[in-house]
């Protein structure tokens, strides 16, 4: 058996624990210290429920994370943000260690006037808002046209309403910041924009509505990082092209969605485009596909897995031959080469 690490951050990756354990390896799990009752309740019932030669826990922060990265193991595998990402490659490449990291990043949501609003605007906010926006696929920005974003924004409006009724804070179906600094990097943003919908926000319950921010420009903080929370802007472009260009000139993403009805601007999409995948219709929703491999591109991620995909990441395909020892018909691969040699071994090969 192998020894694999894996770090999480946030929501975890269980489906990455379970493919390398499938795959016949131990597994070192360092859930993250952001999320501690989750870190806590790993730590409490994987050692109750599975074999404690092949299963453990680390919890801690920075340097236990540290003193993890420094021992030699056969895989590591991490999910979080490109910069600490760089750490644990850095950390990897000192014992030559393969890893698997799934990076995040700004995944834009493409929509074509063509399409049907109400609901893509329905589709938009489930995917954006699920965890109060703090999901790795979640739709970080809305490029549209400007006549399509206006129609765009009661419709969203409308659909945070429907989702989680008129005040998101009674809603039990609506999550809270999962820390205050994280609260506070986000509601800096909410003036990078006109506010469509949301921007209510408590700092003492690390609450923040459901927003969409609308006249957002390019070059505005909110368009600068990843924002993994509530905030959703909406970015005009002019046609489709500009909307490739746009996308182009930025990181790879880990996903990459699109509504629209015409199948050239679907081929168009996928052939002029990097991402570490691509949805039409339905944001997220790949992430639940275990026939599908999950991961990024360039900044956003190396490797995949999910399912069989999470079996091959996990495995060494180990290369193994063996020849009996009689009769010995290397001897015909032996010198001296003669040209009776060279028939019979043409005619065997």
Same mark, same amino acid.
């Given at each position: 058996?192998?020894?694999?690490?894996?770090?999480?951050?946030?929501?975890?990756?269980p489906a990455s624990m379970v493919g390398a354990l499938a795959a016949g390896n131990c597994v070192v799990a360092k859930p993250s210290e952001l999320a501690p009752n989750t870190s806590q309740?790993?730590?409490?019932?994987?050692?109750?429920?599975?074999?404690?030669?092949?299963?453990?826990?680390?919890?801690?922060?920075?340097?236990?994370?540290?003193?993890?990265?420094?021992?030699?193991?056969?895989?590591?595998?991490? &999910?979080?943000?490109? *910069?600490? /990402? =760089?750490? %644990?490659?850095? !950390?990897?490449?000192?014992?030559?260690?393969?890893?698997?990291?799934?990076?995040?990043?700004?995944?834009?949501?493409?929509?074509?006037?063509?399409?049907?609003?109400?609901?893509?605007?329905?589709?938009?906010?489930?995917?954006?808002?699920l965890n109060a926006g703090q999901t790795c696929v979640a739709p970080d920005y809305l490029l549209t046209d400007p006549h399509t974003a206006q129609r765009l924004e009661p419709l969203l409006?409308?659909?945070?309403?429907?989702?989680?009724?008129?005040?998101?804070?009674?809603?039990?179906?609506?999550?809270?910041?999962?820390?205050?600094?994280?609260?506070?990097?986000? &509601?800096?943003?909410? *003036?990078? /924009? =006109?506010? %469509?919908?949301? !921007?209510?926000?408590?700092?003492?319950?690390?609450?923040?509505?459901?927003?969409?921010?609308?006249?957002?420009?390019?070059?505005?903080?909110?368009?600068?990082?990843?924002?993994?929370?509530?905030?959703?802007?909406?970015?005009?472009?002019?046609?489709?092209?500009?909307?490739?260009?746009?996308?182009?000139?930025?990181?790879?993403?880990?996903?990459?969605?699109?509504?629209?009805?015409?199948?050239?601007?679907?081929?168009?999409?996928?052939?002029?485009?990097?991402?570490?995948?691509?949805?039409?219709?339905?944001?997220?929703?790949?992430?639940?596909?275990?026939?599908?491999?999950?991961?990024?591109?360039?900044?956003? /991620?190396?490797?995949?897995?999910?399912?069989?995909?999470?079996?091959?990441?996990f495995s060494h395909r180990k290369a193994v031959l063996s020849k009996p020892l009689a009769p010995d018909t290397m001897r015909l691969a032996y010198p001296p080469h003669t040209r009776i040699?060279?028939?019979?071994?043409?005619?065997?090969?």
């Amino acid at each position: 058996m192998a020894d694999w690490l894996s770090h999480s951050r946030a929501a975890g990756r269980p489906a990455s624990m379970v493919g390398a354990l499938a795959a016949g390896n131990c597994v070192v799990a360092k859930p993250s210290e952001l999320a501690p009752n989750t870190s806590q309740t790993m730590a409490r019932l994987l050692p109750a429920y599975l074999d404690p030669e092949a299963m453990a826990v680390v919890q801690g922060a920075v340097a236990e994370t540290t003193a993890l990265l420094q021992q030699r193991f056969d895989h590591i595998f991490y &999910t979080g943000n490109a *910069a600490v /990402g =760089r750490i %644990v490659m850095t !950390a990897a490449a000192r014992h030559l260690t393969p890893v698997t990291l799934e990076l995040g990043g700004k995944s834009p949501v493409i929509v074509d006037r063509d399409a049907d609003l109400v609901t893509a605007a329905r589709r938009i906010a489930w995917s954006k808002f699920l965890n109060a926006g703090q999901t790795c696929v979640a739709p970080d920005y809305l490029l549209t046209d400007p006549h399509t974003a206006q129609r765009l924004e009661p419709l969203l409006a409308a659909a945070i309403t429907d989702l989680y009724g008129p005040d998101p804070s009674t809603s039990p179906d609506y999550g809270r910041i999962i820390t205050t600094r994280h609260f506070d990097r986000l &509601t800096a943003l909410l *003036a990078d /924009g =006109r506010v %469509v919908a949301g !921007a209510v926000h408590d700092r003492q319950r690390r609450y923040l509505a459901p927003t969409v921010l609308a006249d957002v420009s390019p070059d505005t903080p909110v368009m600068r990082e990843e924002i993994f929370g509530p905030i959703l802007p909406i970015v005009t472009v002019t046609d489709l092209d500009d909307a490739i260009r746009f996308v182009n000139a930025r990181d790879k993403p880990l996903s990459l969605y699109a509504f629209t009805n015409s199948g050239q601007t679907r081929r168009r999409i996928l052939a002029e485009t990097s991402s570490g995948a691509v949805g039409f219709g339905l944001p997220a929703a790949h992430l639940s596909v275990p026939g599908l491999p999950f991961g990024g591109v360039g900044e956003s /991620g190396i490797g995949a897995y999910h399912g069989r995909h999470s079996i091959d990441t996990f495995s060494h395909r180990k290369a193994v031959l063996s020849k009996p020892l009689a009769p010995d018909t290397m001897r015909l691969a032996y010198p001296p080469h003669t040209r009776i040699k060279a028939r019979l071994l043409h005619l065997i090969s």
